[in-house]
């Protein structure tokens, strides 16, 4: 028996931050911050993070920022996520083997 997730493939044009040799999660969901700064999350572009953020009031979330995404604005983002209530904030990036 085989048990899994399917979730819907990323967007092409997102580039996902390289990492080496950090242990990875597939994330199931995550807030997906493109490269000109709007925010998706299940393939849906969100108009409010604070009215988003009320969802997961004491849970992890995770960011899965485009590697030419502001630093800036990922932060922001962070700093609400934080400020609405999240308990962790997860940054997703990607893990190359050497």
């Known amino acids: ?12 044009s997102l580039k996902l ?5 950090l242990e990875g999660r597939e994330p199931s969901n995550a807030l ?7 925010l998706k999350f299940a ?3 969100l ?4 009215n988003f953020a009320q969802n997961y009031v004491g849970e992890a979330i995770r960011i899965m920022p485009d590697k030419n995404s502001s630093a800036v604005r990922l932060i922001k983002i962070s700093q609400i996520l934080k400020q609405v209530g ?13």
């Not at 931050?17 to 040799?21: K, P």
């Not at 997906?32 to 709007?38: A, H, K, P, S, Y």
């Not at 108009?47 to 604070?50: C, D, N, P, R, T």
Request: net charge positive; proline share 2%.
């Open 17 to 21: 931050i390289e990492t080496r040799d």
């Open 1 to 12: 028996m085989v048990s899994g997730t399917l979730i819907k493939p990323l967007e092409k």
């Open 86 to 98: 999240a308990k962790r904030i997860i940054i997703v990036t990607e893990n190359r083997a050497k």
């Open 32 to 38: 997906v911050l493109m490269q000109d700064g709007r």
């Open 43 to 45: 393939g849906l572009t």
């Open 47 to 50: 108009e409010s993070l604070e």
